[in-house]
């Protein structure tokens, strides 16, 4: 992992950030590629060439839907639109995806995830009705894992199954505050190198789990904390990105 990636998370290097890789929409104009940025959804909001009616786009998800599984050559998709659960359940039929990232869902569950044994970046936007996330504690595969405000999920534990993880961000958004029992489980997380706790709200504010990570290059959070908890990370000698620097 280098240190552009630690600086600004995965998904907001150049290489990586969504913005940079060009949209298709229709079938006929998909052209073989390893990276894919797939607009299918809220057409109506969007400028395309042409619009669409109700039939026709229900026409154009199922084309999509029968059509994704087959794309061998995608590595990373990029879906900047709303995701249905059948959307979702297609993608993960994707065997060679590598890297995943979701704007924000409608999904309600994401068990059919641990189909993609290659993949090794994930990002799930904000995803209101998605209740259980113990499947992701069978992704070993994973380098880099962020979420954003999921709000029926509190309790983030089974993320420390992942003692692979590079890169983490757990975190809310700007109107809506993620809330997180604790962080206790990151103790084990003794790979990382990065790590976002953004817009959330602990139930125990408490930063100790932290102090294990010796990896650690980065932490960013909000300063809605004690202050104490933020003295205590200046312990991390290699902490040089975010609230605390020590380098």
């Not at 994401?110 to 504690?137: F, W």
């Not at 199954?161 to 604790?182: F, M, V, Y």
């Amino acid at each position: 992992m280098n240190e552009d990636i630690i600086k600004k998370g995965f998904w907001n290097t150049e290489e990586y950030n969504d913005f940079n890789i060009k949209i298709t929409t229709f079938l006929e104009d998909y052209e073989p590629t390893e990276k894919l940025r797939l607009l299918i959804t809220q057409l109506e909001h969007n400028s395309i060439k042409r619009k669409l009616t109700a039939t026709q786009s229900k026409k154009l998800i199922d084309s999509w839907c029968v059509k994704l599984p087959e794309l061998k050559e995608v590595k990373y998709l990029w879906l900047p639109s709303r995701v249905s659960q059948k959307i979702f359940d297609s993608i993960c039929e994707m065997e060679n995806l590598e890297g995943l990232w979701i704007k924000w869902s409608g999904i309600e569950s994401i068990n059919n995830i641990n189909k993609l044994k290659n993949l090794k970046h994930l990002h799930i936007g904000s995803s209101s009705k998605i209740e259980d996330i113990s499947i992701l504690g069978e992704m070993k595969s994973l380098i880099t894992l962020k979420t954003e405000q999921l709000s029926k999920i509190t309790d983030f534990s089974v993320i420390g199954k992942l003692t692979q993880l590079e890169g983490l961000g757990i975190d809310g958004s700007i109107t809506t505050a993620q809330k997180i029992d604790n962080i206790e489980f990151m103790s084990s997380l003794q790979q990382l190198k990065y790590l976002t706790l953004a817009h959330t709200q602990m139930k125990q504010k408490s930063f100790d789990s932290l102090l294990k990570l010796q990896n650690l290059e980065k932490f960013l959070c909000d300063d809605n904390y004690p202050k104490k908890e933020f003295e205590k990370l200046k312990t991390i000698k290699t902490l040089r990105f975010g609230n605390i620097e020590t380098l």
